[in-house]
C-alpha cells in the first residue's frame, strides 16, 4: 500500500461546528504533516509528527486541534473556523524528514 | 525568512516547446525535491536533488542542482499536455525539533495542443 488516504473529501461546516479530517497510511512512515493549500498557492505547512509526537506547530490558531492516535492514523480536529479557512486540507507522510512525502488527495473545506 | 522563490509564475506553451521552471532559496539546502500538482489534484513527489550541481533525468524531465545549493531547475524537454500542471520545488528548513519542509512559489505550465 503506497497511499495516504483522507476522509472526506469534502466538507462544508458552519462556524459553530465541530468536524474531523482523518487521515491514513499503511507504509511505515513515521512522519506525517499537515499542510493547507490556498487557490493559486503553494501548500503551507501547519504541523509535523515525528514517532507519533507533534514535533512543529507552525504558530497554527488553536481552532485547529491536531492527533495522531498511532503511527498510522492523523487526524485534525476543528472547532469555530473562520470563512478564511476555508481551504485544500492535505495530510503527508514521509520515511524521513529528508525523504520526498507522499501527500493524500485532501480534504476540501468550506466553511459558510 | 525561510523563502523559496520560483519563476516563472505562469509558463503557456505549445505542444513539443521546451519549458524551464527555477527555483530559489534564501539559503542553503540539504536538498531539493520537486513535485507536480495537476489541476485540482495534490502533489506528487518526483525526485530529490542531495549534492552540489547534482543532475538527474527522468525521461524528458532534466533536475538540476545548483554549485552553491540554493538554487535548482527543472527543464522539460518537447512538453506534451499530459505536463500540464504547477511545479514546485521544496526545501528542508530547520524547525527546531526536526526540519520542515518549505515549497516554493510554484510554476503553473500550461501547453496548447
Known amino acids: 500500500d503506497t497511499e495516504v488516504t483522507q476522509t472526506p473529501k469534502h466538507l462544508v461546516m458552519g462556524m459553530t461546528n465541530k468536524k474531523s479530517l482523518k487521515c491514513e497510511q499503511h507504509?511505515?512512515?513515521?512522519?506525517m504533516y499537515w499542510y493547507k493549500q490556498k487557490a493559486k498557492k503553494p501548500p503551507e505547512l501547519m504541523f509535523v509528527?515525528?514517532?507519533?509526537?507533534?514535533?512543529i506547530n507552525e504558530s497554527v490558531p488553536s481552532r485547529f486541534s491536531p492527533e495522531c492516535p498511532n503511527s498510522s492514523l492523523l487526524n485534525l480536529h476543528l472547532h469555530a473556523l473562520q470563512p478564511e479557512d476555508s481551504a485544500l486540507y492535505l495530510c503527508a507522510s514521509s520515511q524521513s524528514e529528508r525523504a520526498g512525502y507522499t501527500f493524500g488527495s485532501g480534504t476540501r473545506l468550506t466553511v459558510v | 525568512g525561510q523563502q523559496v522563490m520560483q519563476i516563472p509564475q505562469y509558463q503557456h506553451v505549445q505542444e513539443g516547446e521546451d519549458f524551464t521552471t527555477y527555483c530559489n532559496s534564501s539559503?542553503?539546502?540539504?536538498?531539493i525535491q520537486w513535485y507536480k500538482q495537476r489541476p485540482g489534484g495534490h502533489p506528487v513527489f518526483l525526485i530529490q536533488?542531495?549534492?552540489?550541481?547534482e543532475v538527474k533525468k527522468q525521461k524528458r524531465l532534466t533536475f538540476q542542482f545548483g554549485e552553491a545549493k540554493k538554487n535548482s531547475s527543472l527543464h522539460i524537454t518537447a512538453t506534451q499536455t499530459t505536463d500540464v500542471g504547477t511545479y514546485f520545488c521544496a526545501g528542508p528548513f530547520y524547525g527546531g525539533a526536526t526540519n520542515k519542509l518549505i515549497f516554493g512559489t510554484g510554476t503553473l505550465l500550461a501547453v496548447q495542443p
Open positions: 536533488l542531495v549534492k552540489s550541481g
Open positions: 539559503t542553503t539546502l540539504s536538498n
Open positions: 507504509m511505515g512512515h513515521r512522519a
Open positions: 509528527y515525528s514517532y507519533e509526537k507533534l514535533s
